[in-house]
């Protein structure tokens, strides 16, 4: 089946640094989407790409839709400690619209 | 601004057991899902919702659950008899579903142990 792999695997970075993470996937979607997982929590959507090439913004982040519209990347700028979580990347799949999933990449900030 | 709710928040229940996981979808929103999530693994999809049937079901999703849309405003799971690898984060998820809008949000989950 289709499969989203995601790297890094976790991230320890300082407070202040910029962050870069990526989803690359051997099948193609029409859509990518960007998560954010708190312990226990659900997750919050914090960007959506709908075309290839495609660079969108939400404050401090910034992703892309890969021109192969197989990959995409997170950039987070200037890190913050309530950056920390785990962020996930999903693929739009098929008419029905069920998400596939990355296995998350961990993200931890020291002050 | 509109979020889905779940209930209840923690679910312990015995194997064998029948357990019906609660969800209010966002009100205007057409598409259900329901995902689940073993501890410290990826998010699965387990089944989707549109028009008061099944739209698309993973192999995960077998004879053991359905999901039901009892009113306007309920999107339930039901596991008829529990396993203990049924164990996990169970998702609730909607999406408004009209023009080019594919952006799914989810609710806060529903940890079911089961013991």
């Known amino acids: 089946g289709q499969q989203l792999n995601q790297s890094p695997q976790s991230m320890f970075i300082q407070e202040g640094e910029d962050v870069s993470m990526n989803c690359t996937s051997s099948?193609?979607?029409?859509?990518w989407l960007w998560y954010k997982q708190d312990p226990g929590e659900g997750p919050v959507l914090l960007i959506a790409?709908?075309?290839?090439?495609e660079l969108t913004s939400n404050g401090r982040l910034t992703a892309q839709f890969g021109i192969t519209r197989k990959d995409s990347f997170l950039n987070i700028s200037a890190s913050i400690p309530s950056d920390v979580g785990i962020y996930f990347c999903a693929g739009f799949s098929g008419n029905t619209g069920k998400l596939i999933f990355g296995q998350g990449t961990t993200l931890q900030v020291k002050p | 601004e509109p979020e889905v709710t779940q209930t209840p928040s923690h679910q312990v229940t015995q194997m064998g057991q029948e357990v019906i996981l609660r969800c209010v979808p966002i009100s205007n929103h057409l598409y259900f899902y329901w995902y689940r999530q073993i501890l410290g693994q990826k998010v699965e999809f387990l089944v989707s919702?549109?028009?008061?049937?099944?739209?698309?079901k993973s192999e995960i999703f077998d004879d053991q659950f359905s999901v039901e849309r009892p009113d306007g405003s309920n999107f339930t799971l039901k596991i008829r008899s529990t396993k203990l690898e049924d164990s996990a984060m169970y998702f609730c998820?909607?999406?408004?579903?009209?023009?080019?809008?594919?952006?799914?949000?989810f609710g806060p989950g529903t940890r079911l142990t089961v013991t």
């Open positions: 919702f549109y028009n008061n049937e099944i739209s698309e």
């Open positions: 998820a909607s999406r408004l579903g009209v023009g080019q809008s594919y952006e799914q949000y």
């Open positions: 099948s193609i979607f029409n859509t």
């Open positions: 790409l709908y075309k290839a090439g």
